[in-house]
């Protein structure tokens, strides 16, 4: 603050005052190329082979001859839903040739890693089920399993096996939206209709189970919420009835359809040794040929006591991705069904008081179950220090929770191997020397979300 002496009128002198306010100082401008409207020149090699899509093998044809008048910057999102979320990619064009693409991705960021440190591990799954809100019954699964596993606990039989019923039918719901998006994107509206028809079912039986459509809480550390209910078996009956004969519909409407064929087969290419190179998983993965699949690899839940194939590509082409999704909804309804048949009986929770809530029946016979009851949502459980990382197979690939504990009730850190983050990479292998008009259909053929991008 200063003080200058002037002369008033009446010859006095008066004190003025310059006033400076904290935090109204201009911030020193740091700019970054994220909101760039063209793609920098001035990148790096490794950048560069990963925009052109030649990180494995150069298959890009650059002519030197063309002048930048042939040459331009379109920028493809972020609108919902043609790019299946807040996904925004920049694509230099030559004619209507893509030549480089870069995924620009953080719009939605809803932090909810951060978020899980400030939840204790009973609110965890409240958290973690709407990162991947199409499957969130298999996030829900990957928390509960770390957790569990840094507890030292195993869940009883018929708990691991409501598991696998759940989220085995959770990747059918999510694979029926995503050959419902895909075929909508190309054009085939019937797809779009019976995709979404099939799913209800399957989403009335989880309101059934869970209370919700979605994002339901239902997997815990230690169990489930609640047993499956009265009558589940002839609800489960009847969608393993039902859904074989969509599928053939499904298939009559689009295996050999030649418009279908002509806008998937070819487009959109990632081979198997791009795909490794890349990290990407689930069904792109294996649509380029690679047979890998964490519940054969690393079984969870006891899943490995059930027989189910892994299907596998040959092109690793959009046509391949979308073939993959319609067969393992099938080895999913042959899981479902011999979980359906071989339910063990027992209890759906393990039992530990430290741990698990009393029954909601004493809770209005006891004061001391009423007290523990409450101290056990409002404060949580304590799980020893240490750190684990656990995954599953969810319909997008490899899905991972990463925790350390610190020995209280709240996780110290929590990192999740994301599908979609990961397959997203591939976009730039499959998109590059193809047409501009084949880029909404690769994008849908890698069934990302958007929230399991940007957790």
């Not at 399993?145 to 598991?163: D, K, T």
């Not at 189970?209 to 919420?225: E, F, K, Q, S």
């Not at 009558?231 to 009835?241: N, Q």
Request: proline letters at 6%; charged letters at 25%; hydrophobic letters at 40%.
């Amino acid at each position: 603050m200063s003080d200058e002496n002037t002369q008033d009128q009446a010859g006095g002198e008066t004190d003025t005052f310059d006033l400076w306010v904290a935090g109204t100082e201009e911030p020193q401008f740091q700019p970054t190329d994220e909101g760039r409207q063209e793609i920098s020149e001035h990148e790096s090699e490794d950048r560069l082979a990963a925009q052109f899509g030649r990180v494995v093998e150069d298959d890009y044809v650059f002519d030197e001859d063309a002048d930048d008048d042939e040459r331009m910057i379109v920028n493809m999102g972020p609108q919902h839903p043609s790019t299946h979320g807040v996904l925004r990619l920049q694509i230099e064009l030559e004619g209507e040739i893509i030549r480089r693409t870069r995924p620009i991705i953080g719009y939605l960021h809803t932090g909810m890693e951060k978020t899980a440190e400030q939840l204790n591990y009973a609110q965890g799954p409240t958290n973690v089920t709407r990162m991947d809100y199409l499957s969130p019954l298999h996030e829900e699964l990957a928390y509960s399993l770390a957790v569990e596993r840094l507890l030292g606990v195993e869940v009883p039989p018929r708990a691991a096996a409501i598991r696998i019923l759940m989220t085995e039918l959770n990747r059918i719901s999510s694979h029926l939206v995503a050959l419902a998006t895909n075929g909508l994107d190309i054009g085939a509206l019937s797809m779009m209709i019976y995709g979404f028809r099939e799913r209800e079912a399957i989403l009335a039986f989880f309101e059934k189970a869970t209370g919700l459509r979605m994002n339901h809480n239902y997997i815990r550390p230690g169990g489930v919420a609640a047993d499956l209910p009265p009558g589940w078996k002839d609800d489960v009956a009847a969608i393993l009835k039902e859904m074989p004969v969509r599928l053939q519909e499904y298939d009559d409407l689009l295996k050999e359809n030649p418009v279908w064929l002509s806008r998937t087969r070819d487009v959109g290419i990632i081979q198997a040794e791009e795909a490794i190179a890349y990290s990407i998983t689930g069904p792109p993965l294996r649509a380029s040929g690679v047979d890998w699949d964490i519940r054969k690899v690393f079984p969870y839940s006891g899943i490995d006591q059930y027989e189910f194939d892994v299907p596998l590509g040959e092109r690793g082409d959009v046509y391949d991705r979308y073939r993959v999704k319609v067969e393992e909804i099938e080895e999913s309804l042959k899981i479902v069904e011999q979980v359906m048949d071989s339910m063990p009986k027992g209890n759906y929770r393990i039992d530990d008081r430290k741990i698990t809530p009393p029954p909601r029946a004493r809770i209005d016979e006891s004061m001391e179950a009423l007290i523990h009851h409450f101290k056990l949502f409002t404060e949580g459980f304590k799980v020893p220090a240490g750190e684990t990382y656990v995954a599953v197979e969810s319909p997008r690939g490899e899905l991972g929770c990463y925790l350390v504990a610190d020995g209280g009730p709240m996780p110290w850190r929590m990192h999740t191997r994301a599908p979609s983050f990961y397959n997203l990479q591939g976009l730039p292998i499959a998109m590059a020397d193809s047409l501009v008009a084949d880029t909404v259909a690769t994008i849908a053929s890698m069934d990302p979300v958007m929230g399991d991008v940007d957790r």
